[in-house]
């Protein structure tokens, strides 16, 4: 993502946490947010302008597989970066 980031600088993306369905709502989704702001955090470490990124915790509401198995919910616990539009 920082490699994208820096030979696209006018891009603008939104960090997107998710979770598998273990546990509460209301801690999937501080713990999406957690793991969205971390990777924010460590864009703007390394020189990415803050401008250029939001962040955002989705809990379980996207899953990409079932949370049926191990392995799913493992898929399910993951970053997404989504480009939000180009700066002008």
Do not use: C, W
Request: charged fraction near 30%; proline fraction near 3%; glycine fraction near 4%.
């Amino acid at each position: 993502a920082f490699q994208l980031l820096k030979e696209n600088p006018n891009i603008v993306v939104e960090i997107a946490g998710h979770t598998d369905d273990t546990g509460t709502t209301s801690y999937n989704q501080q713990l999406s947010t957690m793991r969205a702001k971390a990777v924010y955090d460590v864009l703007i470490s390394k020189g990415v302008d803050k401008e250029r990124l939001t962040y955002k915790g989705y809990a379980d509401d996207q899953p990409i597989k079932p949370n049926t198995t191990e392995i799913n919910r493992q898929s399910n616990r993951r970053i997404e970066f989504r480009v939000l539009r180009t700066k002008q």
